[in-house]
């Protein structure tokens, strides 16, 4: 089936605001698929666009879950998927649904794939890795800068809030760079496929939410040492912002970005023990 043609032919009209730049190369949506590790199981997919990624998830999953937002493309993803009577479409912004529906919908265990648009990608990524409960693993086919964000090492100028958030409960692999030309409309940027596997005891953090806070707050004025951030963020003294510093051995003078998610749970759990909130 040649989309391309169908799309002209249904008169489809790509939507920016949507970030709807599709995938069309069958070999490539089939090592996107194996790169997310589907072998049966429950597949959801986020942002269906034509239903080209969808058709080679349905190859290898049982189920797929396809989310898609554009009402138009309801009448193309009838034609595209006809013959894939494993995956079930739903009409409508993710964005609008409770994890726990979402999961509810798939009803056991299951991995996200998708091919998302930069405006979701924080979010949904956040939403998923801190409600999931059922979600193995997500392997997003994003901006190849923000894929490079959650792949960063500390002290560099990739690294951040984002990806230690996601480093604390994940394993993160970048599995390819997918240059612009690929994609139909072509984008202004390249992408690159990132598998995260969901790992939830790689590190031993007490207090989840407290851990958030603190990364939050390491983070939240790059420029300024972490002892000024530990200040603002968690309205405390001077003193008692060295004193955390000290109790976890780091530098008197260091910053947020130069710590690994490890010294991240140290000082987090180093928060918790002085009663800090
Ligand atoms: N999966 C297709 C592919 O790989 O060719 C399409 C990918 S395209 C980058 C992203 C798709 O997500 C678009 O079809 C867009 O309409 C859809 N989308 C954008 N925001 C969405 C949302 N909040 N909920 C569901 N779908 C959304």
Known sequence: ??????????GFRFNKQFGQNFLTDNNL????SEDAGV???????????????TRALSQ????????????????????????????????GDVMRYKVSEVEEMCGGPYRVVANIPYYITTPLLMQFIEQGTQVTSLTLTIQKEVAERLSASPATKDYGAITVAVDAVADVT?????PRELFYPQPNVDSAVVRIDINRNKYDISDHKLFRKTVKVAFAMRRKTLVNNLMVGFKMSREQAESVLTACNFAANCRGEELSTQQFVLMCNTLEQMGIQ
């Open 174 to 178: 970048l599995t390819r760079i997918l």
């Open 39 to 53: 072998q049966g199981g429950t597949v959801l997919e986020i942002g269906a666009g034509a239903g080209t990624l």
């Open 29 to 32: 949506l089939a090592d996107i």
């Open 1 to 10: 089936m040649d989309i391309k043609q169908l799309l002209k032919e249904k």
């Open 60 to 91: 290898s999953a049982d189920k797929v879950i396809a989310f898609e937002i554009d009402r138009n493309l309801e009448k193309i993803l009838n034609i595209t998927l006809a013959d894939c009577p494993n995956v079930k479409v739903v009409m």
